[in-house]
């Protein structure tokens, strides 16, 4: 199952700055959930990002429950906006 949640980093101010908050909230999530994670989208844009995330299990309930939980963990980090999220099953 996968997920791909669109960002806005309202402080960012260069691509550098968009490159640390993204390596440190993607390195969090793997970290703590196990998931693969990278951006996929929106590279070249300062305050945007669309991140993929993917995770893999014999239980369908049990990837949604950790992409929502994802999802929730990203909402909490001050840093970013949620803009929209979209969850596909394959």
């Not at 806005?8 to 793997?30: C, E, M, P, T």
């Not at 070249?44 to 939980?69: F, I, N, P, Y």
């Not at 994802?70 to 001050?78: A, L």
Request: glycine share 4%; net charge negative.
């Amino acid at each position: 199952m996968s997920c791909a949640v669109q960002i806005y980093i309202g402080d960012s101010h260069s691509l550098k700055d968009k490159r640390q908050v993204l390596n440190s909230l993607k390195a969090r999530i793997r970290n703590r959930f196990n998931a693969a994670v990278a951006e996929v989208d929106d590279h070249a844009l300062w305050q945007r990002a669309v991140l993929g995330v993917a995770v893999v299990s014999s239980a369908v309930e049990h990837c949604d429950e950790m992409l929502t939980k994802i999802v929730n963990f990203v909402e909490g980090d001050p840093r970013v906006h949620i803009l929209d999220y979209q969850m596909e099953v394959h």
